[in-house]
């Protein structure tokens, strides 16, 4: 299926975003600090022909990617452009965390949430330094790019696949000769806490890797013991980008909950 890659201007700038079309269901997708919107090409073919209408949105704008922040108003100001009804939103890893943002801000528009191998910004005390114990700096830090955001198996299996993963995590999807977009400061009504997260009655995939170094499926628990709408998967072989490294089972997954939904 055939995408139309847009950039469309808003008041933060210029955001860039690929648009599949059609009257089906909105499936709205926000990537991971690693990444861009191109690097969804193995779920566009598979959920529009299921169906749904696919947006994948470059958040953090054009070009060189911003830091983060609380990209909640430029998410729903496209939102707003495009005139979207009621959709299923989707986030993996920094993803995740802004879906939950996205969220506590407008669960009225939501039918449904899905957050993929994400620290879901969590900002309670106990959980940063539960993170900093798991993913000591600045060792884990150091280590290759692909190396934190693939899983071993991926690795051994698949150069080819890490190559072009890569490739399309760093290259921004259009040349732009402007600065990226600024992130706004996180607002206290969008922080992420266990408390708030209580209150979320959305239906919930938790999805995880089950070698994600940054949310293994422990960490998977920790979000479902405090989101009773939640139900969980863990995709075997995988480390924090599932979505990339086994498409097949992670789409069937997906489209399983979003169908019920």
């Known amino acids: 299926m055939h995408t139309t890659d847009q950039i ?40 529009t022909q299921a169906g749904f209408r696919f947006i994948a949105i470059d958040y953090r704008g054009v070009g060189v990617p911003a830091g983060p922040g609380d990209w909640t108003a430029q998410i729903d100001e496209l939102i707003v452009r495009l005139g979207i009804g009621k ?28 957050i993929c191998n994400s620290t879901g910004n969590v900002q309670d005390g106990e959980y940063l330094a539960m993170s900093r ?15 934190r955001e693939l899983g071993p198996s991926y690795r051994a299996e698949n150069p080819e696949g890490v190559a072009r993963w890569l490739h399309l995590s760093h290259e921004p999807p259009v040349k732009w000769d ?11 009504e969008n922080a992420v806490t266990w ?33 009773p709408h939640a139900e ?18 992670f789409n069937r997954v997906v489209l399983d909950f979003l169908k019920r939904h």
């Open 87 to 114: 959709f299923h939103l989707l986030g993996t890893a920094a993803g995740g965390g802004n879906a939950l943002q996205y969220a506590l801000a407008h669960a009225g528009k939501l039918r449904s949430m899905v």
């Open 8 to 47: 469309v201007e808003l008041s933060s700038g210029p955001v860039f975003y690929r648009d599949s079309g059609g009257s089906g269901t909105p499936l709205v997708c926000l990537h991971a600090a690693s990444g861009n919107s191109m690097t969804w090409d193995q779920q566009i073919p598979v959920f």
């Open 133 to 147: 114990r798991m993913r000591p700096a600045p060792q884990f830090d150091a280590l290759p790019v692909d190396v």
């Open 178 to 188: 402007r600065p990226p977009v600024k992130p706004q400061p996180l607002k206290p």
């Open 232 to 249: 969980t998967a863990v995709i075997a072989e995988t480390g924090h980008s599932s979505y990339w490294e086994n498409p097949a089972e």
């Open 195 to 227: 408390a708030r997260l209580d209150t979320l009655k959305l239906p919930t995939l938790l999805l995880t890797g089950d070698a994600d170094l940054w949310t293994p499926p422990s960490v998977l628990r920790m979000f479902a013991r405090r989101m």
